[in-house]
């Protein structure tokens, strides 16, 4: 670490600060798993209670066996899978170009990644439906997990130029005097530093897609629907079902809190990586 | 192949690329049999970089610059809703009939407020927490990763957590604060049924599903602030809120840009998370652009005008982004 850190009392009460500040932080979250464990009516009890008085799975048994929702699940790891393959085929190589070779046209295309980051949903989703539809990717995962990428993909430019500014650029060159081409200095030298930077890269795309509505909204109907449309047809749909909602909710979001815990150890180091020093 | 000449030591990085790219030199003749057999030999600089840039470039424009064309070119059209329907030129019109719309017009405000409010409590919360994870170094560790999760949860289940936690009978935020003595009815707060402050609270989930970017991408730039600059300004007797002011928030100064622009366009375009909650109620009053234009175009059945919303929408992002990046920062010409 840096001279950043502090010691001695006002340490201690940094540490009672955050603890606080994290126990108002997860509340939502631990009351929603709460909730999921207690009964419908009491779900939506008056006064509401933080406890379950009587813990029960049956909301998640309700929620689970509702017609469309492993269906659902199943679309959502695939279309989140495949947008991130191709979102990290498409950006590692764009961002190492526009990083190093720090040409005009690499300057154009970050302008124009970033561009696209500030189009509203709506305006590509809209034609989108259309296009889809004429080159037969109407209501298919594939044809989703396209339109995912169009959101994940300026965000990973981003994130991998950022990765690529700490790696000096004394690294690639070392590799070039010991004989790589460029890309092999690329591959196998530059690559290998930055795989932090790329786990976390795949988590960023991996979630845009995981957790994407509107997009999903306009581009499937039947087959290809994702659980986020699901949960969102949960009040219309079955009523107030708060119970079940709360329990989809928890399936849906624990995975991927689980393996961000699982990949923090990446992202730590990806985030210390920047200690490379030439 | 100039790429392979670039000499390691000068460290004008862009200056010997952008000379080295129309001026291919020789390779040292040490290393030139390796690169006989590479690939790309043939390419210059400029075309390696290019070829790297092309697979993103062209999906890009299939998938975003070429709808986007579409939905502005409908911007002059008065479309059937129908399927298949009728088109008629209709020039300006759209824009006319925008501009002249108090709905527009409110939605534009409360697009700028909700941004406003977001980013401000997001930067704020999250250069706070990033540097108190710094403060307290390597035992935050654990810390660091809970405070993580809400980033993974998605915005429509965020929307619906919330809404569950703020509903009027039963939402249990106001029950707490009722017991806690704050408040002194369970419904003294109407948190996204008074027009007053709904368009407030429906930014609550927004800033706390995100603020975890914020808080991870400023940490990250924490790191890399050299140990011995900050040490070397304790040493002169820095007191914190120097160091701070003075060396660390212009040295995360590129850092700071990417989290605020990437974090504003975001909440400027913010769409589920307030369409789970309110529906744009009530009253209208958290009605923003992105829900408009959505409504304009499938609820009212006017493509044509949702395309001219949806162009003017875009237009002023784009001008307001591109003037926070040649302020702030300036992306690809970066000095190291």
Same mark, same amino acid.
């Given at each position: ?46 006064p ?20 469309g ?12 899978v495949?947008?991130?393959?191709? /979102?990290?085929v ?22 124009a ?66 004989g ?42 039947? +087959? ?6 699901v ?21 849906? /979001? ?25 | ?24 030199v ?5 290393? /030139? ?45 008065e ?13 300006f ?20 407020? &909700? ?7 997001e ?40 809404r569950?936690?703020?509903? =009027? ?53 924490l ?10 300004? +304790?040493? =002169?007797?820095?007191?914190?809120? +120097?160091?701070?002011?003075?060396i ?36 209208? /009053? ?26 003017? &929408? ?16 300036r ?6």
């Amino acid at each position: 670490m840096n001279g950043l850190e502090t010691r001695g009392r006002s340490r201690i009460i940094l540490w009672v600060l955050l603890a606080a500040a994290l126990i108002l932080y997860g509340f939502p979250f631990v009351y929603l798993l709460l909730t999921s464990f207690k009964t419908p009516l009491e779900a939506i009890a008056v006064p509401p209670a933080v406890l379950p008085t009587q813990w029960t799975i049956e909301n998640y048994v309700s929620a689970l066996s509702r017609e469309g929702v492993p269906a659902a699940l199943i679309n959502s790891v695939v279309t989140a899978v495949i947008s991130t393959a191709l /979102s990290l085929v498409l950006a590692v190589p764009a961002a190492y170009a526009i990083t190093r070779f720090r040409t005009p046209s690499g300057r154009v295309f970050i302008v124009a990644a970033l561009v696209t980051r500030m189009v509203p949903t709506i305006a590509v989703g809209a034609p989108l439906v259309e296009i889809m539809r004429n080159i037969g990717l109407t209501d298919t995962s594939f044809g989703l997990a396209i339109a995912h990428t169009t959101i994940s993909l300026p965000l990973s430019i981003w994130l991998m130029a950022s990765f690529f500014e700490a790696v000096p650029d004394e690294l690639d060159e070392a590799a070039k005097v010991d004989g790589c081409s460029r890309l092999q200095a690329l591959w196998r030298v530059v690559i290998p530093v930055v795989t932090g930077g790329v786990a976390v890269t795949a988590i960023f795309a991996f979630l845009a897609s995981w957790n994407e509505f509107l997009f999903a909204l306009l581009l499937t109907s039947i +087959r290809a629907q994702t659980t986020p449309i699901v949960i969102a047809n949960f009040q219309s749909q079955f009523g107030l079902d708060w119970g079940g909602m709360t329990a989809l909710a928890a399936v849906y /979001s624990i995975p991927v809190i689980l393996l961000t815990l699982f990949l923090q150890r990446h992202i730590v180091a990806g985030l210390t990586l920047g200690a490379v020093k030439g | 192949m100039a790429s392979t000449t670039q000499q390691p030591p000068t460290g004008a990085v862009s200056e010997t690329a952008a000379a080295g790219a129309g001026r291919p030199v020789e390779p040292p003749p040490a290393a /030139s049999a390796h690169r006989d057999r590479s690939r790309g030999r043939h390419l210059s600089d400029k075309g390696f970089a290019l070829a790297l840039m092309a697979p993103a470039g062209a999906f890009l424009a299939a998938f975003v610059l070429w709808p986007l064309i579409r939905f502005i070119v409908d911007g002059f059209f008065e479309i059937s809703p129908i399927a298949g329907g009728s088109r008629t030129f209709v020039g300006f019109e759209n824009y006319v009939t925008a501009f002249a719309s108090e709905a527009f017009q409110n939605a534009s405000v409360r697009t700028i407020l &909700y941004t406003l409010i977001v980013v401000t409590l997001e930067f704020t919360l999250g250069l706070a927490i990033a540097l108190v994870f710094s403060a307290l170094g390597k035992r935050s560790t654990v810390f660091r990763t809970i405070f993580m999760y809400p980033l993974m949860i998605a915005p429509i289940v965020a929307g619906l957590l919330w809404r569950f936690l703020l509903i =009027d009978n039963f939402g249990i935020v106001n029950q707490l604060l009722f017991e806690a003595g704050i408040l002194s009815s369970p419904d003294q707060i109407n948190w996204l049924s008074d027009p007053n402050i709904a368009l407030f609270s429906v930014a609550i989930p927004d800033v706390w599903l995100t603020t975890s970017f914020i808080t991870l991408v400023l940490f990250a730039g924490l790191q890399n602030i050299p140990g011995d600059l900050i040490e070397a300004a +304790r040493i =002169d007797g820095a007191r914190y809120p +120097r160091l701070l002011f003075s060396i660390i928030i212009p040295l995360l100064r590129p850092v700071i840009a990417v989290a605020l622009i990437v974090r504003g366009i975001d909440a400027a375009r913010a769409f589920d998370i307030i369409l789970i909650q309110t529906d744009g109620g009530p009253q209208g /009053s958290t009605t923003t652009l992105s829900l408009l234009i959505y409504r304009t175009m499938t609820r009212f059945g006017e493509p044509g005008l949702a395309s001219a919303m949806g162009t003017v &929408y875009l237009l002023v992002m784009l001008a307001v982004a591109i003037a926070a990046i040649t302020l702030i920062w300036r992306p690809g010409s970066a000095a190291r």
